[in-house]
């Protein structure tokens, strides 16, 4: 492999991830996760993710066909949607905090409960039980029963049969289990440390030991065996140092490779795509800091509520932010550098790009 330069890995960064778009199963599949946020503006994360990646793609599609798909609503490094088959990875999941008696109690009468009714929305567990009120992890008020709920999904109780309005409604979960043997553990544990940095790759060291540590939300149990392959993976995996920072990759990727070359789309990217996630990553490749600032108080935004990455060819130069008003597309941008692009070239594929946005939201006539 020649020497490798931070051009090169900027091109291979986009490259690898912005794959030839397919249909969502493939997707889903070839990314390995997608993330999941419920903040619609004027899309949701994952449908904002998607579009780029799917053929035809169109907001809310995701949930529309999840019923049919075999994908689930599960954890990773944090919540999201992946292929039905990485469950086996992480369950028998064990969640860190133990249920006290009287919670293992309402949990065995709602598992009763779904298995009679088949499939259940939270106001309905609600409405039989009348669990009350309780603080949530935001220290705000909601319903025992929706946290009870979220609780026995997590601990693959139960599954995320489809959602209504958005809601989440559950039904008994048949999750393939993986082998909890002191090897099959560790077979695992190498598994999801070779999905994430097939799926956030290439990765800056420091990034590689910050995903490990947030395996310890969807597989808690094995935390140490995902730190063991960790450090095995460093010796195995493809890497260089540029500028004092060490970089890894698959060993089977080529980061020169000319099928790297970047187009000229421009594209706005969700807070959450594999491109922009790592905000290290991002600095190191683009020089300088996207923030994500829908939960910064209004005064104290630079980007703004929910400032969408604006990606041309290989560089990330600005932000947009997007909304609907009286059906029609309204957005403001702003660059890195202060100043937009005088390039023709520019002017005309953002005009592209606003027409994708219109077409994936419905708002084309």
């Given at each position: 492999?020649?020497?490798?330069?931070?051009?090169?890995?900027?091109?291979?960064?986009?490259?690898?991830?912005?794959?030839?778009?397919?249909?969502?199963?493939?997707?889903?599949?070839?990314?390995?996760?997608?993330?999941?946020?419920?903040?619609?503006?004027?899309?949701?994360?994952?449908?904002?993710?998607?579009?780029?990646?799917?053929?035809?793609?169109?907001a809310g599609d995701l949930e529309r066909r999840y019923p049919q798909l075999a994908i689930e609503e599960d954890c990773l490094v944090n919540y999201?949607?992946?292929?039905?088959?990485?469950?086996?990875?992480?369950?028998?999941?064990?969640?860190?905090?133990?249920?006290?008696?009287?919670?293992?109690?309402?949990?065995?009468?709602?598992?009763?409960?779904?298995?009679?009714?088949?499939?259940?929305?939270?106001?309905?567990?609600?409405?039989?039980?009348?669990?009350?009120?309780?603080?949530?992890?935001?220290?705000?008020?909601?319903?025992?029963?929706?946290?009870?709920?979220?609780?026995?999904?997590?601990?693959?109780?139960?599954?995320?049969?489809?959602?209504?309005?958005?809601?989440?409604?559950?039904?008994?979960?048949?999750?393939?289990?993986?082998?909890?043997?002191?090897?099959?553990?560790?077979?695992?544990?190498?598994?999801?440390?070779?999905?994430?940095?097939?799926?956030?790759?290439?990765?800056?060291?420091?990034?590689?030991?910050?995903?490990?540590?947030?395996?310890?939300?969807?597989?808690?149990?094995?935390?140490?065996?995902?730190?063991?392959?960790?450090?095995?993976?460093?010796?195995?995996?493809?890497?260089?140092?540029?500028?004092?920072?060490?970089?890894?990759?698959?060993?089977?990727?080529?980061?020169?490779?000319?099928?790297?070359?970047?187009?000229?789309?421009?594209?706005?990217?969700?807070?959450?795509?594999?491109?922009?996630?790592?905000?290290?990553?991002?600095?190191?490749?683009?020089?300088?800091?996207?923030?994500?600032?829908?939960?910064?108080?209004?005064?104290?935004?630079?980007?703004?509520?929910?400032?969408?990455?604006?990606?041309?060819?290989?560089?990330?130069?600005?932000?947009?932010?997007?909304?609907?008003?009286?059906?029609?597309?309204?957005?403001?941008?702003?660059?890195?550098?202060?100043?937009?692009?005088?390039?023709?070239?520019?002017?005309?594929?953002?005009?592209?790009?606003?027409?994708?946005?219109?077409?994936?939201?419905?708002?084309?006539?």
């Amino acid at each position: 492999m020649p020497s490798l330069t931070p051009d090169d890995l900027r091109r291979y960064a986009v490259a690898r991830t912005l794959f030839t778009p397919t249909t969502l199963p493939q997707a889903i599949r070839k990314l390995g996760f997608v993330q999941a946020d419920p903040i619609r503006a004027p899309a949701r994360a994952q449908d904002l993710t998607l579009r780029h990646r799917v053929k035809g793609y169109t907001a809310g599609d995701l949930e529309r066909r999840y019923p049919q798909l075999a994908i689930e609503e599960d954890c990773l490094v944090n919540y999201g949607f992946l292929p039905r088959e990485h469950l086996a990875l992480m369950h028998p999941r064990v969640a860190k905090h133990k249920w006290k008696p009287t919670t293992k109690r309402q949990a065995d009468e709602v598992l009763a409960f779904v298995r009679e009714r088949g499939q259940v929305h939270p106001r309905e567990v609600d409405e039989h039980f009348a669990h009350g009120q309780r603080i949530n992890a935001w220290g705000g008020s909601g319903s025992a029963s929706t946290q009870l709920l979220d609780g026995m999904h997590y601990r693959g109780l139960l599954r995320v049969a489809r959602r209504e309005g958005g809601t989440r409604v559950y039904e008994l979960a048949a999750h393939p289990q993986g082998d909890d043997s002191p090897a099959g553990r560790t077979l695992r544990a190498a598994a999801l440390i070779e999905l994430i940095v097939r799926k956030y790759a290439p990765l800056p060291a420091t990034t590689l030991t910050y995903l490990t540590r947030l395996l310890g939300y969807g597989a808690p149990h094995l935390k140490a065996q995902t730190q063991a392959a960790m450090r095995l993976a460093r010796d195995h995996l493809a890497s260089v140092q540029l500028d004092g920072v060490t970089w890894y990759w698959p060993a089977d990727d080529n980061p020169a490779s000319r099928r790297h070359a970047p187009d000229d789309q421009v594209r706005l990217l969700a807070p959450f795509d594999p491109v922009v996630w790592d905000r290290t990553r991002f600095e190191l490749l683009w020089g300088w800091a996207y923030k994500f600032e829908a939960y910064t108080p209004a005064p104290q935004r630079r980007l703004g509520y929910y400032a969408l990455p604006l990606l041309w060819g290989e560089r990330v130069i600005g932000w947009g932010n997007l909304s609907i008003a009286n059906g029609r597309l309204a957005h403001q941008l702003g660059y890195a550098t202060g100043k937009a692009p005088r390039d023709a070239r520019f002017r005309a594929e953002w005009a592209a790009e606003l027409a994708r946005m219109e077409v994936f939201l419905g708002l084309a006539a």
